[in-house]
């Protein structure tokens, strides 16, 4: 077989199709985010503000994480030295394990390399290992919640996006003595809506069924201390897994899971992708622990943030560009045609100095291509100002529909 021919012909699907990826490459600015310099492929530069980055707080950018990293480094040097149960277990991993147990008011803690791996690895492991677990997965759930689900080969349900009702006749077509999971998400990322987790919980009670929820685009960010929607709205103990990231609101990387300590024993003793892989660098574990531990004291981060994304769909209605409405601070901008929505990008990116990835399909569906904005509490009034002008002159040039208010 020819295996270049092969990619190469692949890869010309992708760019014909219009869903090729393109990776820009930027240096943040330490202590100076959302500015960045962009590096073009001509090797010249670009300074640029990002609107487009999950570190939702600026918390990978916060002194007090980024010494933390520092002075974990010059106490135990740069990598962990093994995976967690051959000597790879730092005291670091630890005291984070803890801080995230009683962040989410569960017994124990366990963290992985990332999100997408703790999603993986949990589910795999829990429907793989539960004899006729039954899954109910939401149809808009996380790849790495499907690739999970999928990898354990249990029997699957996928149910409405949200839709207590569908979960219930679902589980009721089930034999009543098989063991059950329903899995979803707090806030969901593309379209920034949020899951009604207690009617959620409600089905998945009646037909005795354990509940998995992904938190990754919640924590940090909403709650009293950061624990999440779950948190915020008194549900932490309805859950029996809560799964969470350290590469988001708390700036850092990992993903982690929270719930009993027997559940927690059974995933560390069982998840290949949790006992075969190198442990996460300590000064990770330490810079993520100093993020949740002034997260969970401080509002400010939060306040500012909602803040920030309520001036941003106030200057974004200003100009009649129409933004998805949700309860979050994901601010879905519709362009709805793939190929103007990676041009309204290239000329914000080029001429404007703002940086927005173009959401096309098949991470969201046709005709919702979008562009997804990530307003931070680091973005000013000057930066909003800009944005929404340069977004309401290539609407004009792409001859785009305005919202009217
Ligand atoms: N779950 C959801 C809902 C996500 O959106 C993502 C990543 N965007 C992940 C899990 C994976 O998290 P991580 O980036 O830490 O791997």
């Known amino acids: 077989m020819d295996f270049e021919a092969f990619f190469e012909d692949k890869l010309g699907g992708l760019h014909k199709a219009g869903n090729y990826r393109v990776f820009a490459d930027i240096e943040r600015h330490a202590g100076g985010f959302p500015r960045a310099t962009r590096y073009r492929a001509d090797g010249s530069t670009q300074d640029v503000t990002v609107w487009c980055s999950n570190d939702y707080l600026g918390m990978g950018q916060n002194p007090l994480v980024t010494n933390a990293m520092k002075e974990a480094i010059d106490r135990c040097g740069a990598g962990a030295g093994g995976t967690r149960n051959i000597s790879g277990t730092n005291h670091y991993h630890v005291l984070l394990e803890e801080e995230l147990a009683d962040l ?22 829990l429907a793989g290992k539960i004899p006729g677990l039954i899954v109910y997965s939401d149809a808009l759930n996380h790849a790495s919640m499907i690739e999970g689900i999928r990898h354990s080969r249990c029997e699957k349900r996928v149910f409405k996006h949200n839709d207590p009702e569908d979960l219930r006749r679902l589980m009721a077509l089930d034999d009543p003595a098989a063991p059950k999971m329903v899995a979803f998400e707090s806030v969901y990322s593309m379209d920034g809506d949020v899951a009604p987790i207690a009617a959620l919980c409600d089905v998945a009670d009646e037909f005795g069924a354990m509940t998995y929820l992904d938190e990754v685009h919640a924590v940090g960010m909403y709650g009293p201390r950061g624990g999440g929607i779950a948190e915020r709205e008194g549900l932490m103990d309805r859950l029996t897994v809560i799964e969470g990231t350290l590469g988001k609101a708390f700036g ?37 622990a100093a993020s949740i531990r002034h997260l969970k004291a401080s509002q400010l981060e939060r306040r500012r943030h909602q803040d920030t994304v309520a001036k941003v769909r106030r200057a974004l209605d200003s100009h009649g560009i129409p933004h998805m409405e949700n309860p979050s601070h994901i601010v879905p901008v519709m362009v709805g045609n793939a190929s103007k929505c990676k041009w309204i990008s290239d000329v914000l990116m080029e001429s404007h100095g703002i940086y927005v990835q173009p959401i096309n399909y098949p991470t969201v569906p046709v005709k919702t291509e979008r562009l997804r904005i990530t307003p931070t509490p680091m973005h000013s009034d000057a930066d909003i100002k800009h944005l929404a002008g340069a977004l309401s002159e290539l609407w004009s040039q792409c001859a785009l529909a305005r919202a009217v208010a």
């Open 104 to 125: 989410h008011g569960k017994e124990d803690a366990l963290i992985f390399t990332s999100g997408y791996v703790s999603n993986w690895a949990a589910l795999g492991t």
């Open 252 to 288: 850092v990387m990992g993903g982690y899971i929270t719930g009993s300590r027997a559940l927690c024993d059974f995933v560390r003793s069982f998840a290949s992708g949790f006992i075969f892989t190198t442990a996460l660098p300590p000064a990770l574990a330490a810079g993520a």
